[in-house]
């Protein structure tokens, strides 16, 4: 079977004398709230060991699963013609893996698996996480005084009750 999932980007804006984060705030959740209400009963899998997404998942109220992605960040930058292109795709691939790997190992199938990838752009070109620290410090460097972006690209991957569809 194959799996359907949908893409969602969420972008942010950073300058090194500023950063804007999106938070969890009431208004978003009287807008969620019918949504997660829907989730109650459904297991729901984060595909993703990030500290900061499960916090923003329990902040929302929402019952989920860890299971981090094994999925290998090497999609090839330069065929996508935007940033969040390549996070969206990204977190796909790794909400479907988890949920491949799941229906594989015949663990318990999730009804809903959420990837999401957040990638750095400077000077159009796309940063990963960095590798070590001395990348990091490169990489903050770099950054440093000088206008960039950080892009989230969200994906929902819905499985099916007779397995992945």
Request: glycine letters at 8%.
């Amino acid at each position: 079977g194959g799996l359907s999932a949908g893409g969602l980007a969420l972008l942010g804006f950073s300058r090194s004398w500023a950063f804007c984060e999106v938070v969890f705030t009431t208004a978003a959740a009287m807008v969620l709230n019918p949504v997660l209400k829907k989730l109650v009963d459904k297991k729901v899998v984060l595909a993703s060991g990030s500290p900061r997404r499960q916090e923003i998942l329990n902040n929302a109220g929402l019952q989920f699963e860890v299971v981090p992605s094994w999925f290998k960040e090497t999609l090839e930058k330069s065929t996508f013609s935007a940033p969040y292109q390549y996070a969206v795709e990204t977190a796909k691939q790794k909400a479907l893996e988890v949920a491949n790997r799941m229906h594989v190992k015949h663990l318990q199938t999730p009804d809903i698996v959420i990837g999401a990838d957040t990638v750095v752009t400077i000077e159009e070109e796309i940063l990963e996480k960095p590798m070590d620290k001395q990348d990091a410090y490169k990489m903050l460097s770099r950054l440093s005084g000088k206008e960039h972006s950080v892009v989230t690209g969200v994906a929902i991957v819905h499985c099916g009750s007779k397995g992945i569809f």
